[in-house]
């Protein structure tokens, strides 16, 4: 079992940054990969970044590449992920998921999320 706990969400005006993070418990932290979603009212939860489990490879969606950066320290139990550039469309309640990852990312276990708001 892994527990989530986010935090770091805010209000932000269009064009600032912020950065969120995910504290987790257990012993195991560092066998998984870890994962941001997030999901805008009235739309499907969807991918925004990942990271492998020593943190030597990560993945972007387009949406956020370029802008977000996913980074680990598996010494703390923690998963940030820096938004830079943020922009009103990035407004969303984002989570933090623990899971596999071989050719697809499969997240088993979820935290409460946070909620990020970019105002224009």
């Known amino acids: 079992q892994v527990q989530l706990v986010e935090s770091g969400g805010g209000l932000v005006e269009a064009g600032g940054s912020l950065r969120l993070s995910c504290a987790a418990s257990?012993?195991?932290?560092?066998?998984?990969?870890m994962v941001w979603f997030r999901q805008a009212p009235g739309k499907e939860r969807e991918f925004v970044a990942a990271i492998s489990r020593i943190g030597g490879t990560t993945r972007y969606s387009d949406s956020v590449k370029g802008r977000f950066t996913i980074s680990r320290d598996n010494a703390k139990n923690m998963v940030y992920l820096q938004m830079n550039s943020l922009k009103p469309e990035d407004t969303a309640v984002y989570y933090c998921?623990?899971?596999?990852?071989?050719?697809?990312?499969?997240?088993?276990?979820w935290g409460q999320g946070t909620q990020v708001t970019v105002s224009s």
């Open positions: 998921a623990a899971g596999t990852w071989l050719v697809n990312i499969v997240p088993n276990y």
């Open positions: 257990g012993r195991t932290f560092s066998t998984y990969a």
